[in-house]
């Protein structure tokens, strides 16, 4: 019926029922407890609308205006609308630290004191000794210290903050000299040069991309010169013939010329992985040691802790950088300390380290626990995709991701899903990617050779249970 004459289009109009009769059903009653008067109404005015709309294409029927269908209706849209947008997801990408994914998750001693913060008050900038007005950074900062080996230290918003920072109060109007096998693009909008010209400094490049020697420092250095900075490669590697000038050899030569120099370790781990079998990384306290007089690094990478930048090092240099203004607008929220503070001190007993810091833990979870875990979930899979596909439990390789040791890789173990007749399946895998992706809980895999691949190292026994019943649910 698409052609809806005059007459029967305003006797199906007088059938619209009045927005203050539907509201005041028992039905609609619910949701107003629920969803508040004002949203309820805009919702179900919009209803109404949307029927008067399909009415004259004649697309509306009158059962639609049942008070019942109505608040189905409403009440669909109200909850549609009011989900959280930031939702959890199953990081089944292999990569541990996923900067798309919210890199580190926190231990339970930090989720506790966020929550704590988050609901009482709490001495963030009150000396509990004087009675006076505090400093946040004295929270924390004789921890890092402790860590770390440094005189000084303080926290802002991340690592990008923090060198943001340092340049700006160490380095404006002056030169700074960086090898060019250091001028790294992190991602976004993180680049280097930029960062550099951001902060007010300008940016001396010495060496070339492959090879750069002290020298080529030695000879850089003027009287306008700050600072002299290394810069982590975090997500490449050079590889071949190549040169790189420690911090220990740039050191003495800024040292010997009255200058200091920066290192933005980006990842920044303060204990040695190697004793966990993971690849071994410069840790902040050797840098210190070697001469380093500022290092900054991130909250949420291999540390394992909230999105934080950390900047440690020489009393005198730390003290100017606090001064700064930027400092007040860089400057870490009560959540962040709090989140802070008990992770750092579990570095306290590195012994049990693996056990309770949630990104170690995922880091050195053992091969046979990951598998076993891919076993468990493989029928589940199957059962829940369809004969369409063929599911196999595999070894795979995570990434730590986050630019932490960017070519290593763990060895790993997930399920690897492929089309069942043995054809490349482009288009129905890219649909069973997106089939996972729109679950209540989202599953974030990856597709890689003709397969998507499910690496199954970060999902812990409760991530596991609620997977196997949201795959459950699929089939009934
Ligand atoms: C990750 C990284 C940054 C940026 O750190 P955020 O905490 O993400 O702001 C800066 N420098 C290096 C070398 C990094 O690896």
Redesign the pocket.
Known sequence: MSDVTGAELRALMARVPSVEKVMASAEFAGLVVEFGRTQVLGMLRQALDQWRVDAQSGEASVNALDVAQLHARVDAALRQRNQPRLRSVFNLTGTVLH?NLG?ALLPDEAVQAVMTALTQPANLEFDLDTGKRGDRDDLIDDLICELTGAEAATVV???????LLTLSALASKKEVIVSRGEL?E??GA?R?PDIMSRAGAKLREVGTTNRTHLKDYDEAITPQTALLMK?????YAINGFTKEVGVEEIAPLAHARGLAVAV????GTLVDLAQWGLPRETTVRETIEVGADLV??????LLGGP???LIVGRRDLIARIKKHPLKRALRVGKLTLAALEPVLRMYRAPEHLAGRLTTLRLLTRPMDDIRAAAERVLPVVQRAIGARYAVAAEPMFSQIG???LPVDVLPSYGLVVRMADGKRGGRQLLALEKLLRDMQRPVIGRIADDALRLDLRCLEALDEAQLIGQLESMNA
């Open positions: 900067t890199r918003n991340n690592n990008a903050a923090a060198v790294v992190i991602g993180f280097i810069v982590h490669a975090s997500n933005d370790l980006g990842s900054t690094f991130s909250g949420d990478k999105q934080a930048g986050s630019g932490a």
